[in-house]
């Protein structure tokens, strides 16, 4: 059956009752409206206005631009990874990154499930074709940490290529940062009763059902798996040389400021404007696994 027509439910704890949610009906039910927003420890009682998203975006914008000229005349590279469950607002976010960017040298990677020859690669193999050579920006809609969360939750790697992974990776980002490409590690954090909400409105949404994947589908009653195995990524993949930013992302206004704001902070590109690109919010973006507990 298909992601449009299967049936989908998950049962949650809600007030020390099991409640049953199935994402076909057409009314969310009170209990997860009223939790989303607040769901995962997210801080704030309310979104950020668009009004002031539009006016913060905005002046950051023009400082992708800065960046992007500073890179051409440079040679620098940047590279960036989007990780989070499914709905955290992955692809909102690289889409406000590069709005404004010249394509022609600011792209991103979204790899398919990997060809029978890719399979037999070198698991990481088939990501560094897609690095940025100079003067390129580049982010990866999810990345070479499917390993580290979707594929050994879904049974779609064996246990020793799941540890081999986690011993690896952090050798592997070694590397990047020894050959001076800018790297970072992006995780969006968001709730299970928001992540509900946004399947939810995909599923009636006629311009995003598209995006309600029968992965998605799945995935809802793994919930507890997908923290644990994000848990110990993050534990095990934190270094100090290619360090995880994580963002709580059920706004996904301020996620994408902070997201964007933290960059260009690290970027010593010409023409930075401190005051334009104005301070994180530590309440929504920290560093490592310590920020979600």
Not at 244 to 263: F, P, Q
């Amino acid at each position: 059956m298909d992601a449009q027509t299967e049936s989908r439910a998950v049962t949650l704890s809600v007030g020390g009752t099991q409640q049953v949610f199935d994402i076909d009906l057409p009314d969310l039910p009170d209990w997860i409206e009223d939790k989303a927003l607040k769901s995962g420890g997210f801080p704030y009682d309310k979104k950020l206005s668009e009004k002031d998203y539009v006016k913060e975006l905005t002046q950051l914008q023009i400082e992708l631009v800065k960046v992007q000229f500073w890179m051409q005349k440079t040679g620098e590279r940047v590279m960036a990874l989007f990780e989070g469950r499914d709905a955290a607002g992955k692809g909102g976010a690289i889409h406000a990154t590069l709005s404004y960017m010249n394509p022609r040298s600011a792209r991103v990677v979204a790899l398919t499930k990997p060809t029978e020859t890719e399979r037999g690669q070198w698991y990481f193999q088939r990501y560094v074709s897609h690095f940025p050579t100079a003067g390129e920006f580049v982010l990866f809609d999810r990345s070479w940490y499917n390993r580290a969360g979707v594929e050994p939750v879904m049974g779609f790697c064996t246990p020793d290529q799941y540890e081999s992974f986690l011993e690896q990776a952090p050798r592997f980002e070694k590397l990047i940062d020894r050959e001076g490409i800018r790297f970072f590690k992006f995780w969006l954090d968001t709730g299970q009763e928001m992540q509900l909400k946004r399947f939810h409105d995909r599923r009636h949404d006629p311009l995003k059902c598209w995006k309600l994947s029968p992965m998605d589908i799945a995935a809802l009653n793994k919930w507890d798996d997908y923290t644990k195995k994000r848990d110990r990524m993050l534990k095990e993949t934190h270094t100090e040389r290619a360090p995880w930013t994580v963002l709580h992302a059920n706004d996904k206004r301020r996620a994408r400021l902070n997201l964007i704001r933290h960059m260009l902070l690290s970027l010593d590109y010409e023409g930075k404007d401190i005051e334009k690109i104005g301070k994180l919010d530590k309440k929504i973006i920290g560093s490592g696994p310590d920020f979600l507990k």
